[in-house]
């Protein structure tokens, strides 16, 4: 198939390259040269490429910012996958979009599936929501993959953060009150890779297997390196962000499942393989 990826210089889009370029020709685009919130760019450079399949995996993902910068949150994260949208429509092609656990409000006692009622809480999720949104009311061949914590080799990211803090550290304040699963970006990529050989169009969670709060996230994360740390559990309330966080946004991967895939390995055993490859 051909298949055009937005954000193809991002932490996903970096993986999705590596699961995907041996089986499929590739069109890879970055904010630079496709940029999502032009609607004419995006329907000319579609009609022009005629893609079996867009996947896109740009978002602006900076939580905190995205409370500073509401403009540019809902340009990019609502109008942008909008117009991918409307273009994919048009050019006959499926779009797969990448969401996140923030559409739910995080109150939730148990996993939450596909079908719970959304509740985003701040603007990084109302955002998102929106792109969500506008896929529904305008594609049938679609898959909406909600995601969470995602962590890979190629960006910023929570234990690339833990690790460099623990050079200098040996104590280190994380919050323990939030509680979800963590995802290696390589796994997701391999499961959309799956995926997209499909035609089970629709809304999907796709996480590695497990959960856990921060705080006991990277005291894992400490163990498996090594590391002699000691993590300090705080209140999302004593560690202040411009953004208010879900505080349980665990994603059970009902569709998945349902469907016939195989469950994503544990982020335990994740973890230890990215530890690993960036010692």
Known sequence: MKILITGSNGMLGHDLIEALKDNHELVLTTSRTLD??????????ISQNKPDIVINSAAYTDVDGCEQNQDLAYSVNGEGVKNLALACREADSALVHISTDYVFNGENTRPWVEDDEIGPISVY??????GEQAILEILDKFFIVRTAWLYGVNGRNFPKTMLELAENHSQITVVYDEVGTPTYTPD???????????????????????SCSWCEFARY???????????????????????????????????????????????????????????
């Open 221 to 279: 994360i400490f163990e498996a390196a090594g590391k002699d740390v000691e993590v300090i559990p705080v209140t999302a309330a004593q560690f202040a962000r411009p953004a208010p966080r879900p505080h349980y946004s665990v994603l059970e991967n009902r569709n998945w499942i349902e469907k016939g895939f195989e469950p994503l390995r544990s982020y335990k055993e994740a973890i230890k393989e990215y530890i690993e490859l960036i010692k």
């Open 188 to 210: 997701l990529a391999k499961a959309i890779s799956q995926l997209i050989e499909t035609e089970h169009y629709g809304i999907y969670h796709i996480t590695n297997s497990g």
């Open 125 to 130: 999720g109302k955002s998102k929501l929106k």
């Open 36 to 45: 999502i919130t032009d609607k004419e760019q995006v329907f000319d450079f």
